[in-house]
């Protein structure tokens, strides 16, 4: 059994007790591709390893890309077909696989793991999967969480995770999540009405708050949940994503980028050389 099978086990319980399409707006996938934009997409093989019910995938593919695949280790595949069904009959597919040891029959142009890497046994291992995965002058990307900017969720939520993941989900969810979310979610509207200034940015979560602010009561539970309801969840340093890029002589130096999000999590990625 894979070292990650309860965590996408977990997950598959969040992801498929969800309403049809995808969680996300355009816009929220659009800033978590960023840098990549449709030019990098349109026309091109596309892979993303931890796909969940695909609600990236949906967006992905307003794209254009030529194919499209998604890989993942719990049944949230199910989910992820019926959703990319909605929107395409073909140019895509859903595999069920761990995406540590994921290797394709061809490499991609692009590979990207948002979301994900921080809640595997060993990020770097899935790091490598999105690298293996990428042909030679294709790009990679990745977002996780991050160490820095996130004291309150590591101090306050995370404590409560080890405790709520052993739950079963709907108790997780609904009695749980919920309840804890409300104050955040009237803080973030607060910070977002009337603290959103410069001055401001010392308040926790601050620049997060007003990203998250933008959506309702469910997406905040959602976000609670998924936080909540993982077995495994690390928060990763600058200096950490640092030597993954570094100790890979195949990674194009000039090509890299790490973008602090928001606040409290961490964008990267890059070329392989030619």
Known sequence: MSLDQSTADAFATSWNNLPGGSVYSAAQAQEWFA??????IEGRRVLELGCGNASLLVHMLAWKPAYLEGVDLGDSVTSAMRNLRDVASEGWA???ADLTAYVASEPFDVAYSIGVLHHLKEPKTGFEAVLRN???GGRFHCWVYAHEGNAVVRWIVDPIRRLACRLPWWMTKHFIAAPLVVPYFFYAKALRRWLSGERFRFLPLHAYSLWIA???FAF???VAF???VTPQTAYIRRETIERWLASHPEVDEGSTYIVFRNGNSWKFGGRKKP
């Open 35 to 40: 840098p990549l934009t449709r030019a990098d």
């Open 226 to 228: 998924d936080q909540l």
């Open 94 to 96: 859903i595999r069920k």
């Open 220 to 222: 905040f539970r959602h």
């Open 134 to 136: 990428v042909r030679r």
């Open 214 to 216: 933008q959506r309702d």
